[in-house]
């Protein structure tokens, strides 16, 4: 079972940094491609792909800090519960 969720985890992740990816290409494609001339008025299509660029970069990164903040609240849970704040090394030091 627990093969299960972690291979879940990774196709999660992969997905979410993709998304994030995508995201970025957008917002910076019609500068890239070339169909936005710099100094020019704006047009409709980079208006558009940047809003929706912006809006992936947003939510992916959102949810991958998320998940990531998560993840270390979960390992400093489980070492806490595993044997004390300092990783159960219960010997005094002088």
């Keep these: 079972m627990r093969d299960r969720s972690t291979r ?5 992740r992969a997905t979410t940094l993709l998304t ?3 995201g970025l290409w957008l917002f910076f494609a019609p ?3 070339g169909y936005q001339k710099i100094g ?3 047009t409709e299509a980079t208006t558009n792909s940047m809003w929706i660029g912006a809006g992936l970069v947003f939510f992916s ?3 991958l800090i998320l998940h ?3 993840a270390l ?3 400093a849970q489980a070492r806490i519960e595993a044997g004390g704040e300092d990783g159960g090394d219960q010997t005094e030091r002088s």
Excluded: M, N
Aim: hydrophobic share 65%; aromatic share 22%; charged share 10%.
């Design 8 to 12: 879940s985890l990774l196709i999660a």
């Design 20 to 22: 994030f990816f995508v």
């Design 31 to 33: 500068f890239a491609i």
């Design 40 to 42: 020019a008025h704006w």
């Design 61 to 63: 990164g959102l949810t």
């Design 68 to 70: 990531g903040s998560f």
């Design 73 to 75: 609240r979960d390992a």
